[in-house]
């Protein structure tokens, strides 16, 4: 019996659960140029580090160490990769540091001062990026994980007291070792959960294509990731702005990925493209009104040619008078996607007519018909109808990806009820430039001890 309830329940879930109607598959190949970019990021913010002053006294010396700033930064050995079942991890060995820092010594009535440049070597970064979904619907950094060590530190000292301080060397390396070991995970994890999530709110979830629909592009479950690929289920979803709460019932092929040749693929079901065209067919967008130059010259003369035998009867003032064609679509139209290549049904009614000047119009056919027929009424809808379809529908078509990403070399293939893209990625702009445009206002101190999580840890 309880095995029963059990498989019944996850029946239940499993009717429940909401296909998506488009996913998007982000592959191993795709992290070297992120890394690339990532890197060039977290150097600029690592070079931000403030270390707190360092005071002290060895005997009869006193010393004050300020002013500490990074001067450069060599992440040399790097590597990022996936880790199930939701993580982005980078691992950084082997690293340096340069720093430059005031140095004061007083000894009884004697005093030195100046600045020196030290470096910090054997750098070790180890972090995780945790990946859900938010309350909204969208990819977030919700957890990062962070293990830092400097192991070891040198400083070249001169002036008077050259002595005296090699002689506190020690004291004093090891002290700016701690610190500096104490401030690099505060960093990174305000890079992560607030720069980098402001990238992520560039990301469009439920967005306006234009003045009638809207499409919502919410995650419908966490990105799962395995050693290879990071995998996104998207809802893909059109809906009419004036019918916010309006949905369409996917009942399409749920669209798969499998390929990992190519740094990205996105996959497009059936619905998506259903969900557009009932979107405009509800917004009453999917209607045409063409009179006479409007009408395309090769239209005007099949039109002309197919009801020559109608106009031939007309009196001569009507016979070359202008053309009006009305084309209205009925019903929502449907999309099928087949590995020989995409259609689309629609019905719609077409009413054709002549317009003497000053002379009610003469009608010469008012008709319902279907897609696909054969021609010339097929050819007609296509010249009519389709551009106009084309139009409303592939201008939503946008791809749920962050600000300054594109697609390049894109590559179309058609399967049994969805589509795929694949695609290699460009970064328009520099991951500097977008976050720095939407960083949020009054952010915390990175540097705030406050700030970090209990997965934080300093070696």
């Given at each position: 019996m309880a095995l029963f309830g059990a498989l019944f329940l996850a029946l239940l879930a499993g009717a429940q659960a909401e296909l998506p109607g488009c996913k998007i598959r982000i592959t191993s190949k795709a992290l070297e140029l992120v890394k690339q970019e990532g890197l060039r990021f977290l150097e600029q913010e690592l070079e931000t580090i403030t270390i707190p002053d360092l005071r002290g006294r060895e005997g009869h010396f006193y010393y004050n160490i300020s002013e500490v700033k990074v001067t450069e930064l060599q992440?040399?050995?790097?590597?990022?990769?996936?880790?199930?079942?939701?993580?982005?991890?980078?691992?950084?060995?082997?690293?340096?540091?340069?720093?430059?820092?005031?140095?004061?010594?007083?000894?009884?009535?004697?005093?030195?001062?100046?600045?020196?440049?030290?470096?910090?070597?054997?750098?070790?970064?180890?972090?995780?990026?945790?990946?859900?979904?938010?309350?909204?619907?969208?990819?977030?950094?919700?957890?990062?994980?962070?293990?830092?060590?400097?192991?070891?530190?040198?400083?070249?000292?001169?002036?008077?007291?050259?002595?005296?301080?090699?002689?506190?060397?020690?004291?004093?390396?090891?002290?700016?070792?701690?610190?500096?070991?104490?401030?690099?995970?505060?960093?990174?994890?305000?890079?992560?959960?607030?720069?980098?999530?402001?990238?992520?709110?560039?990301?469009?979830?439920?967005?306006?294509?234009?003045?009638?629909?809207?499409?919502?592009y919410s995650l419908v479950k966490d990105p799962v990731a395995s050693a290879s690929s990071l995998d996104m289920e998207f809802r893909g979803a059109f809906f009419p702005l004036a019918e916010g709460n309006w949905s369409l019932h996917n009942r399409a092929v749920e669209p798969q990925l499998s390929e990992v040749e190519r740094m990205v693929y996105v996959a497009f079901s059936e619905f998506f493209f259903d969900s557009a065209m009932e979107s405009y067919f509800q917004a009453g967008a999917l209607k045409l009104s063409l009179v006479g130059a409007k009408v395309p010259h090769d239209l005007d003369m099949l039109l002309r040619a197919t009801y020559f035998g109608n106009i031939i009867l007309l009196s001569p003032a009507v016979i070359d008078s202008p053309l009006k064609l009305e084309l209205r679509v009925t019903a929502p139209p449907r999309c099928t996607i087949k590995p020989s290549g995409t259609t689309i049904s629609v019905t719609a009614s077409v009413t054709i007519a002549l317009v003497p000047p000053d002379q009610p119009e003469v009608k010469l056919s008012s008709m319902t018909m279907l897609i696909p027929l054969q021609t010339p009424l097929k050819t007609m809808l296509q010249i009519g109808v389709m551009p106009m379809l084309n139009e409303r529908t592939w201008r939503g078509v946008q791809i749920p990806l962050p600000e300054g990403i594109d697609f390049v070399r894109e590559v179309v293939t058609n399967h049994a009820g969805f589509l795929t893209i694949g695609a290699d990625l460009h970064f328009a702009k520099g991951l500097r430039e977008v976050i720095e445009k939407n960083r949020p206002a009054n952010t915390r101190d990175p540097r705030a001890p406050s700030a970090l999580p209990p997965s934080m840890a300093a070696v």
């Open positions: 992440l040399t050995s790097s590597e990022l990769h996936f880790q199930p079942e939701q993580e982005l991890m980078l691992q950084i060995n082997n690293g340096s540091l340069g720093l430059r820092f005031r140095r004061q010594l007083l000894y009884w009535f004697f005093y030195d001062g100046g600045y020196i440049n030290t470096s910090a070597e054997g750098v070790s970064i180890h972090t995780a990026l945790q990946l859900s979904r938010d309350p909204t619907g969208r990819i977030k950094v919700s957890n990062v994980s962070c293990q830092a060590s400097v192991s070891r530190m040198h400083a070249a000292f001169g002036g008077t007291f050259k002595k005296v301080y090699e002689f506190l060397s020690t004291f004093i390396t090891s002290g700016m070792r701690f610190l500096l070991n104490q401030q690099i995970c505060p960093v990174l994890y305000h890079a992560g959960t607030v720069l980098l999530n402001s990238l992520l709110d560039t990301v469009p979830v439920r967005s306006a294509v234009d003045e009638l629909v809207g499409i919502d």
